[in-house]
């Protein structure tokens, strides 16, 4: 059986309490409690976006958290938490077809882990698992006998008119479900003139309920599920799900919406620290900048190389595979001119490399996780295919602009799932590493930062796991040790800009101020950008880049003070007692040494094992616990009320 990790039981357990308090009191109240049980000290207040007092809640989980099989176990809590239901019917919503696919066949293969807990939950024979597409084949009989589960895309759902789309469509196969319903609540759509035109209805059919898929949803009040639901904030969306009547709404992201229209109710946030301690992902990120796209792919097939290396040292078989992303046909490193520069440049084999592009798809078919598999090298353009998932892939290297490219956080993604949900005996595989070519650390680190917390980093986090490397790295054989990958001075920001320089900043003893050949300022600061720097700099910008300019500041500090040691952070060590003796006048520490220099007529064999000082006094002490309204109270019962157990016959002496 699948073991959840400490994060996921978390999450599951804040769901439950949260739920269950909402059965039976005000959702706003059970989102309050349910916070401060967590200890979180400032709630945020609850949103209803007129669902009323239908839960509408986010469970806030980083890429890699394992969000998919978080969703299966959600189902039984529900059912037992709030639903009113043996056998609910659920609505799992995906952003894309690709993930509808690959989450169905999950869903749809007997023991694997997103299925395993829905079928020991609800029974193997009371389970079943529909695409969208064949919802017909649901029978009457079916409903509150079995649990019903629908994969399906929230496109195929979000239209303003309702006239022709599939789900919405009056269909004489969903007839039986509505014999007898009379809808006196008007939750049912029904049947328009527009519906008569397009699917040859009678007149006198209008306003009767209409025989349709998403009318069958709203009659039975649907647990929803939504994966991905950043994408899913719009006024169109909101609508769309109040149509479906749900009795409950759970999202699962990495990034929720947090602006001030739309922002998600996030019941629970998973840190990539807490992914880290359970050994799912991979920290830190090794980044290295390199003057140009050619040494950065060669220093992205070295790192590789070394990786496998160590790789060798494993029980657990890892082959460590390197990820480039390589321009588009017009760029200047396009898929053909990289293929080609890995071969005749870097002498790697033909057969270790494989293009996943959309018109070439060499990974199709093959198992990355096979020792036979030949497969170290991948060169993609835009982004792997949507669930892609390998956690042997450990480099990422890019030839074109990060900042410029909307797949590097999900490439990004792709290098730091952990091989086996299990860390390795070398520290190096441990980590994953990116490699980009950018001459200015302060630049690409920047632009990394932003991906990483797009994919649910919190600042802080990306500062303590994002180290820089070293760029000059040496052949696979020439004997450098691996801890040499890193650079160990203290981070230092730089900046370029055009117009005259700020003379001013020269005064301050870690600046330095150069101007190129092209009239180019450009200032290095070393160490900690102090707010008095940092205004100056911002002078040299306006209007959106001084936005920019002031993030980056902000992240190169906070990686100074996570480079520092904490006597550099003015932290103050706890003061010890020391035990000391005194030779005459003078007290001086004691040790062993000493202590039988100056006594060398001591022994402890002279003292007697004997404490007359010391008793041991054993107590106990009874608690009276209570149901007080919503509330378990305890309380120190009154010695009156407390059982004498002294008397009781026990049967030991």
């Keep these: 059986m699948f073991e959840l990790k400490g994060y996921q039981t978390r999450a599951l357990t804040a769901l439950s309490h949260f739920l269950t308090l909402a059965r039976s009191g005000s959702v706003a109240d059970a989102f309050k409690q349910a916070q401060l049980d967590q200890e979180i000290e400032k709630p945020i207040p609850y949103r209803p976006y007129d669902f009323g007092e239908m839960p509408y809640v986010c469970l806030r989980l980083p890429t890699g958290g394992g969000k998919t099989v978080l969703a299966s176990y959600t189902v039984s809590v529900a059912q037992k938490a709030y639903l009113e239901q043996d056998y609910p019917i659920v609505l799992w919503l995906v952003p894309t077809n690709t993930i509808r696919q690959q ?9 694997h882990p997103y299925r395993q807990k829905l079928e020991n939950e609800f029974g193997l024979d009371r389970l079943r698992v529909f695409d969208v597409g064949e919802v017909t084949q649901i029978r009457r009989q079916d409903i509150g006998r079995k649990t019903l589960i629908i994969v399906g895309t929230l496109a195929a759902l979000r239209v303003e008119d309702t006239s022709g789309r599939k789900v919405y469509v009056n269909h004489e196969d969903f007839e039986p479900h509505f014999v007898g319903v009379t809808d006196p609540e008007n939750r049912l759509e029904r049947i328009s003139e527009k519906d008569v035109q397009e699917n040859g209805l009678r007149p006198e059919d209008i306003g009767k309920i209409k025989n349709s898929f998403a009318n069958l949803l709203a009659l039975h009040q649907p647990l929803v599920i939504m994966d991905e639901a950043h994408n899913a904030r719009t006024k169109l969306t909101f609508d769309t799900l109040k149509r479906l009547h749900p009795a409950c709404i759970v999202e699962f992201t990495a990034t929720p919406d947090v602006s001030n229209t739309s922002a998600s109710n996030v019941l629970y946030r998973c840190s990539a620290s807490e992914l880290k301690a359970e050994n799912m992902i991979k920290l830190p990120i090794v980044l290295t900048e390199h003057k140009d796209w050619q040494a950065a792919v060669r220093d992205a097939v070295l790192t590789g190389k070394k990786l496998a290396l160590e790789a060798q040292k494993e029980s657990d078989f890892v082959r460590p595979i390197v990820l480039f992303q390589a321009d588009a046909k017009n760029g200047e490193v396009p898929v053909d001119v990289l293929k080609t520069h890995l071969i005749e440049q870097l002498k790697l084999d033909d057969k270790e490399i494989a293009i996943a592009t959309g018109q070439q798809r060499e990974l199709d078919g093959l198992n990355l996780f096979s020792p ?83 994919m649910g980093f919190e600042a802080m986090e990306v500062a303590e796991n994002l180290l820089r490397g070293n760029p000059n790295q040496n052949d696979v054989f020439d004997g450098q040790d691996l801890s040499d990958w890193l650079v160990k001075t203290e981070p230092t920001f730089s900046f370029e800009v055009e117009g005259e320089p700020d003379l001013l900043l020269e005064a301050f003893d870690n600046v330095s101020v150069s101007i190129s050949s092209d009239k180019t300022i450009r200032y290095e600061v070393k160490g900690e950008v102090l707010p008095e720097i940092k205004s100056h700099l911002l002078k040299a910008v306006t209007g959106t880049q001084k936005q920019q300019l002031s993030e980056q ?101």
Excluded at 103 to 111: I, N, Y
Aim: glycine fraction near 4%; include cysteine.
């Design 103 to 111: 989450t169905l066949d999950a869903l749809k293969t007997v023991g």
């Design 372 to 454: 036979s598999c030949p497969i170290k090298y991948i060169i993609t353009i835009e982004a792997l295919k949507e669930g892609w998932d390998c956690s042997f892939a450990y480099v990422f290297c890019s030839v074109k602009d990060v900042r410029s490219s909307k797949d590097a956080e999900q490439l990004l993604g792709r290098v730091l799932r952990m091989p086996y949900a299990k860390r390795r005996n070398s520290e190096l595989l441990n980590r994953a590493y990116a490699h980009l070519a950018s001459p200015d650390f302060s630049i690409v680190a920047k632009q990394l930062t932003d991906k990483l917390i797009d």
């Design 553 to 653: 500041i902000e992240q190169h500090n906070l990686r100074v003070i996570v480079a520092r040691a904490p006597s550099q952070r003015g932290e103050v060590f706890g003061k010890l007692p020391q035990l000391c003796c005194k030779q005459g006048d003078l007290w001086e520490l004691l040790d062993s040494d000493a202590f039988l220099h100056w006594r060398g007529d001591w022994s402890l064999l002279d003292f007697s094992a004997e404490l007359p000082n010391f008793n041991l006094v054993q107590t106990a002490h009874t608690f009276e616990v209570d149901v007080d309204k919503q509330k378990v109270s305890y309380r120190l019962a009154d010695q009156n009320q407390a059982y004498n157990l002294d008397w009781v016959q026990s049967g030991y002496t």
